[in-house]
């Protein structure tokens, strides 16, 4: 009697996992707006710092470890201002202070 | 007319009071080409990110310059020469923000750590 009640119990026990999972892949496949973070672009804006070549602070953010200019795909910075970033670090590069 | 940045880097054993001579020196190329100096920066001694010709420090110095192009060859035509200095770059700018220093409270926050490197 015992082994049959387990087994019935493991069969049930599988059945709802299999549920689980089938919910999961709906959301990740159909998933709602909500959950994209879509994050502003810090630099721009109002009262967003200036992007400028003497500003280390700054510029020390949006770079990795190894000294190399992080992706905005990265930083979510708009385009406009990744341009004017990289410039403002290749001449803080080229002046040593990064 | 132009708006000119101008940076020099120094060695690092350069005195202070050669420091003033170097700043002198460019500042007087500048008026006699009919240019004006809105203002210099001294930023001090600070640390180089990569070793520059067996300099691991350099005394930089920052101009602010309004005038035409002929400054920018003659200052770097001298610069060439120079054995105090490093580096020099010059950027053309649109407009120039003369309120803002970023490097004079950097050297109070760098303070304490020149303590721990002896």
Known sequence: MKRQERSTMVKKRNSNKKNKQSNFAKLSIFQPNKYKFKKNCPLSGKGAPIVDYKNIKLLKKYISENGKILPSRITSISQKKQRLLSLSIRRARNLALI | MNLYEHTII??????????????EKYSKIVEKLDGDILKTENWGLLNLSYIINKNKKGNYIHFK????????????????ID???LKYMTIKVKEFDLTTNYFSIKEKD??????YNG
């Open chain 2, 10 to 23: 120094a060695k690092q054993d350069v005195s202070p009071s050669q420091i003033k001579q170097l700043i």
């Open chain 2, 65 to 80: 310059i309004k005038g035409k192009n002929k400054i920018v060859s003659e200052l770097e035509k001298n610069e060439k």
């Open chain 2, 83 to 85: 054995k105090n200095l």
């Open chain 2, 110 to 115: 760098e303070a304490p750590r020149k303590k």
